[in-house]
């Protein structure tokens, strides 16, 4: 099966035959994984703090840091979830937060470190944008930051902050976060520092075709180059208690795109479905 070309893949796309998708997509999958099986992980995602200087439209999570119902997870709490996680048979955290006006890297070797002594879990934490914030607010480059946070304990990197990685929906969307190359850089930077991770992309039922494939074509050509990404993981935006108009993506979206995903993400093994 030859690699798709975006200007095929907008055709297939376009067509909306979800059964040929779906057919193309079984195809590809049985290329890079023979057998007929699916795996999971068990595991458990773990927010540290909802306060966060971003504010991206899209978002019904963030705080002003005064905020009522703002908050900073404390040990004891953190603990807790893990252990929780640990009893159900739990071995990965995912471990994100939003952008803290006042949390340099120390916080975070700090709170590594303490799951680290606790408890054996792999901790796959902290998306681009939040490594960009540490960076930036510890006065380090982004290859520094990864030194210090894989020395604490940071196992892999999720790939939040993604959105859809063409800027001029970006800067309607989420106008306070880092830019697509910037995104992609960093995780560049994470694969050649050892780290993998995954890929996401946030798609809205307004969202062109063309948009979507420039977001997979940056997506396949980052990994043409590094290798890094284990799974890539499509959600469709949930625009309820956000500041964006959009209608939700039906069941059918949402399968065209995953379908799609697999059909031209021919160099990442694995489609994973969001479990938020």
Known sequence: MDRITAEKAKELFEKNDILTLGRLANERKKLLHPGSYVTFVVDRNINYTNICTCK????GFYKDKQENGAYLIGQDELAKKIE????????????????????????YEELLGFIKRNFDIWVHGFSPPEIDHIAKLSSLSIEETFARLKAAGLDSMPGGGAELLVDTERSRISPNKIDSERWLDIMRKAHLAGLKTSATMMFKKSDSVDN????????????????????????????????LDEEHSTAVDYLKVLAMSRIFLDNVKNIQVSWV
Not at 56 to 59: A, I, V
Not at 85 to 107: A, E, F, K, M, N
Not at 225 to 238: K, M, N, R, S, V
């Open 56 to 59: 991206c439209k899209f978002c």
């Open 84 to 107: 929780e996680t640990v009893s159900l048979g739990g071995t990965q955290i995912l471990l994100q937060g939003g952008l803290h006006p006042d949390l340099d890297i120390r916080y």
């Open 212 to 243: 979507i494939l420039e977001h997979f074509s940056k997506i396949r050509d980052l990994q043409d180059e590094t290798g890094g990404f284990t799974a890539f993981i499509p959600w469709p935006l949930q625009p309820d208690n956000t500041e």
